[in-house]
């Protein structure tokens, strides 16, 4: 058990092997962060404590606890959950155990969420080996009074950051279980559509995702049907009560990271079988029901990969003919809308790209 009692700020870190660079995790919350108290709780999965524990660094042993989970299943939401519902501090904080913090992220965030008087701060990230990410898409120089809509929050699902535990969508945020990939994609929409205060310090110290790990659920290529289980398990009554702008800005965001970026990455010359293809027409008219009007801010590639998505199970030489075309497809396309006056749409691809080339962060 850990001597940090009465702690500021409860950072849970799952871990399943003994390989994951856990102590530097935990060196990252620590470093630079003087002023809150911070107890660092890690969540042993299917693996027992005092193997973890000898992997850990010994100068870190009073600032953590250690919990185990045995539950037999391939799927991050129930360590993590088991963090969460321990926590006892104010704010709380969720880490992969091959992800960082940079220096002193705890300690910024910390102190401003507290000056501002606000519910969560949404951390920058970036690649180990990379530029930041630029996500979510918020507005050019805006840290404060972010809009879920106007600062399309929607396209950072992974809640990565520090968040007030005292407070309803907060308290009772919990990954979705059941899943191998995508556990947060709900519990992180509900969470920026509940009206709560949100931070996005985009020039502070970064959430780092690490590089290192070559098991890491994200880089395998799942079956579609369990790649979209997440969104298809999206509480039907919550989405029916957002807001026209909101299922539209979700259905977005789901139609480029979700359908289109899983296309992409299997390519025309996969095997494309029947519940690959079953999958892709269900996401289809999944977003379609959400937001009819999600394609008109999409670039004509874009619109046509999804039409003939929509055919996916029924007429499979049609989807593959889509699916060339689009990695065929020129630059103009690829950018521009159908109709002139959709480019001026603040999700279109031409407005996305401006946006990128404005903002001068590396």
């Known amino acids: ?5 009465n702690p500021d700020i409860d950072v849970v870190i799952a871990v399943h ?9 935990i060196a990252s919350c620590l470093s630079g962060s003087q002023g809150p108290r911070i107890r660092i709780t890690v969540v042993c999965h299917n693996i027992s404590s005092k193997e973890i524990c000898s992997s850990i660094d010994i100068q870190y042993a009073n600032s953590v606890r250690y919990l185990e989970l045995s539950d037999g299943k391939n799927s991050p939401a129930g360590p993590k959950n088991a963090g969460l519902v321990s926590t006892t501090a104010p704010f709380v904080c969720v880490l992969d155990s091959d992800d960082f913090l940079e220096t002193g992220a705890l300690g910024h965030w ?3 969420v507290n000056e501002k008087n606000a519910d969560a701060v ?3 990230v970036r690649h180990e080996s990379g530029s930041i990410i630029k996500t979510p ?3 050019l120089g805006r840290v404060e009074n972010l809009d879920p809509v106007k600062d399309r929050l929607a396209y950072a699902t992974a ?3 520090l968040w007030r535990t005292n407070l309803g969508p907060l ?11 995508a556990e947060d994609l709900a519990p992180s929409l509900e969470l920026y559509f509940s009206g709560g205060r949100f931070l996005y310090p985009a020039k502070g110290p970064a959430y780092v995702l690490g590089n290192e790990s070559d098991d890491r659920v994200t880089h395998d290529l799942l079956p579609l049907p369990q790649e979209f289980s997440a969104i298809f398990r999206l509480p039907e009554k919550w989405l029916q009560e957002l807001s026209p702008a909101a299922r539209k800005g979700i259905a977005v965001k789901l139609a480029r990271t979700s359908l289109i970026s899983a296309i992409k990455r299997r390519g025309s010359t996969s ?5 690959d293809r079953a999958a892709v027409q269900q996401l289809v008219e999944f977003l379609t029901e959400l937001a009819p009007n999600f394609r008109k801010p999409l670039s004509t590639a874009e619109n046509e990969l999804i039409m003939g998505s929509s055919l996916a199970a029924t007429e499979p030489d049609t989807f593959l003919s889509a699916v060339r075309a689009y990695e065929d497809a020129g630059l103009i396309v690829r950018t521009l809308c159908r109709g002139a006056l959709a480019n001026v749409d603040p999700d279109s691809t031409f407005r996305q790209i401006i946006r990128a080339t404005l903002d001068r962060r590396k």
Request: charged share 30%.
């Open 122 to 124: 949404i951390a920058p």
């Open 110 to 112: 910390y102190q401003l």
């Open 137 to 139: 898409r918020v507005r």
């Open 1 to 5: 058990m850990s001597e940090a009692q």
């Open 171 to 181: 308290r009772e945020f919990r990954y979705v279980e059941g899943l191998r990939t």
């Open 159 to 161: 809640m990565r950051g």
């Open 17 to 25: 092997t003994t390989t994951r660079p856990l102590s530097r995790a």
């Open 271 to 275: 095997n494309w079988g029947v519940d």
